[in-house]
């Protein structure tokens, strides 16, 4: 039986970032993304240039059923999984008031009920297979009272508690759960040009997902329990616990 490493939201930006970096590892993949999202393309190029095993699902993880299947599929072929990356994420931002309700109810599907889920689907794999572990991808946001990002944040804060709460519950088999917290990343053409017009110190913090991706894992692999990629953010984290509540609040209210 093949052991496998999964990754949702797994086609583009830190996603394909992080499938690129463990096929450098020669780990075999599953990689998770919508329909024409270039996963196929982006299979066929792992497999040939790392030679790996790489299986591929297109499917839309707001669906339960759509993340029972991938467990199912998975049984019937013999895979298992060592490792889970969950990183598939809907952002947002925009005034709540203004939000379509769909919207943000799907969003907490994604953030919130899928890794929550497939976690729970592959826990005895990850118990045949350790040492193993899940990475979950939380986001600088969680940490901070952001106007127009408060169904993201809320989401992402989430993930915060249930990772570490895990980490503790499961230890114990040899399982290590991890959460990274990244700041803004290059990873579509529109948030390049979005990042440029940010402030200089916003601006200091944006990274490359490759460079987030190399540093995530090496530390996700390590066992480490939080990662925060970069001096900057490091910075904001430090800043977070020393201002006064009513200068955060002011820094912050100019988002709006």
């Not at 599929?73 to 999984?81: E, G």
């Not at 045949?128 to 991808?137: C, D, E, K």
């Not at 989401?155 to 991890?178: C, D, N, P, Q």
Request: hydrophobic share 40%; with cysteine; net charge positive.
């Amino acid at each position: 039986m093949k052991t496998y490493t999964l990754i949702t939201g797994g086609s583009m930006g830190f996603g394909k970032a992080l499938a690129i970096e463990c096929a450098k590892m020669s780990m075999n993949l599953v990689l998770v993304a919508l329909p024409n999202s270039g996963l196929v393309e982006l299979s066929q190029f792992l497999k040939k240039n790392f030679n790996i095993d790489v299986l591929c699902y297109e499917m839309d993880l707001s669906k339960e059923e759509n993340c029972i299947s991938i467990y199912s599929d998975l049984k019937k072929n013999d895979a298992t999984i060592k490792y889970l990356i969950n990183n598939a994420g809907m952002l947002s931002n925009g005034l709540f008031e203004d939000m379509n309700s769909d919207y943000f109810l799907t969003q907490i599907k994604v953030n919130v009920a899928t890794p929550t889920l497939l976690s729970k689907l592959f826990m005895d794999d990850f118990k045949a297979n350790v040492p193993s572990g899940i990475l979950n991808v939380s986001s600088m946001a969680s940490f901070f009272d952001l106007p127009k990002k408060q169904v993201y944040g809320g989401t992402k804060a989430y993930l915060l508690s249930f990772s570490s709460s895990l980490r503790k519950e499961i230890a114990k088999y040899g399982i290590s759960v991890s959460i990274v917290c990244p700041g803004g990343m290059n990873t579509t053409s529109r948030l390049c040009l979005q990042n440029r017009r940010l402030g200089w110190i916003s601006r200091q913090s944006i990274m490359n997902p490759e460079e987030v991706a190399k540093v995530t894992l090496r530390h996700f692999f390590n066992g480490k329990a939080f990662i925060i990629p970069g001096n900057v953010n490091k910075l904001f984290m430090l800043m977070n616990r020393i201002l006064p509540q009513f200068l955060k609040h002011r820094l912050t209210r100019n988002a709006i």
